[in-house]
């Protein structure tokens, strides 16, 4: 049975959010539109990043809301506005902070469009009772206040940040979420473990060792263990080395005169003994 296609749009809250799905009802949208939603977290403003098309229902998050409308140049201002709100929100809240001595550190905050609520963001290395901290805030800006507490990674996304390759960092042009990462990721690469060189602006290790890890798994896979014996066109010797992006084997052999010879060959001419086994390497969390 076919799935049944839905009309839909695609809209960001934040230039390096997550898309979400919405109903145009009979409206035409481009990207770049600004429109006004019901969300979970209130009325929001958004903008169009993907235009009027056609998904299957099973890509849809039910129920499939609709949008509210599109923006009016009054809804422009009245965001603007709220965004200009900010630094004197995350001032006032770490003056606030300070006061109670918290351990915790202002990342952002934002008014939700219709300024009913302020959602602040904020780190800290545990839990924090911030109840007090809420009625400070709530008094002073006479609005319903959130504190959401967010992790290193949510932190770089929210403020951006140059990587190690010169580029904008990964989660704040595309990545919408978090894939594990994990050390064996670059053992298995063969990077350096030196937490300076594979780690990223937030601390944690590099998104983008995972890219290309599936490739690098599956050849691991297939290459003969250091130290055991591999079969060569010139006969059978030691395996000292290996290349996975080449994929070739560097193997010692002894030569009719007695002498010792390190010579290179493609992976597909070898014949291997002994293969690599994958769970030899401890999967750690960084």
């Known amino acids: 049975m076919a799935e049944k296609s839905i009309t839909v749009i695609g809209v960001k809250f934040r230039e390096t959010g997550k898309t979400y799905y919405f109903s145009p009802k009979d409206e035409t949208f481009k990207e770049g539109d600004g429109v006004i939603c019901e969300t979970a977290r209130g009325v929001e403003y958004g903008r169009v990043c993907q235009e009027n098309k056609q998904v299957d229902e099973s890509e849809i998050v039910s129920p499939l ?5 599109k923006a009016t140049a009054e809804d422009d201002k009245k965001q603007e506005e709220n965004l200009s709100k900010r630094k004197e929100i995350m001032k006032t809240t770490m003056q606030k902070v300070a006061d109670r001595n918290l351990e915790m550190k202002i990342v952002d905050a934002e008014y939700t469009f219709d300024k009913q609520k ?9 839990r924090v009772d911030f109840r007090d901290l809420v009625k400070d805030l709530a008094s002073a800006f006479r609005v319903r206040i959130e504190l959401r507490q967010i992790y290193e990674r949510d932190e770089i996304k929210l403020q951006g940040a140059l990587a190690a390759c010169g580029r904008p960092c990964c989660c ?15 053992k ?10 594979i780690s990223g602006c ?23 263990k250091v130290g055991s014996n591999a079969k060569t066109p010139d006969g059978e010797g030691v395996v000292t080395a290996n290349d996975i992006l080449r994929r070739e ?17 493609p992976l597909a001419k070898i014949f291997a003994k002994v293969k690599q086994n994958e769970k030899e390497i401890p999967d750690e969390d960084k």
């Open 249 to 265: 084997v560097a193997v010692r052999i002894t030569t009719e005169d007695g002498g010792v010879e390190v010579k290179t060959y």
């Open 188 to 197: 298995i690469q063969g990077l350096s473990l030196n937490p300076q060189k």
């Open 202 to 224: 937030c601390g944690k290790l590099m998104c983008c060792l995972k890219y290309e890890n599936d490739y690098y798994q599956k050849t691991y896979s297939e290459m003969p």
């Open 172 to 186: 704040t042009t595309y990545l919408h979420d978090f894939d594990k990462v994990t050390i064996k990721m670059a």
């Open 65 to 69: 809301k609709e949008v509210v409308r």
């Open 118 to 126: 302020i959602i602040i963001y904020f780190t800290a290395n545990g």
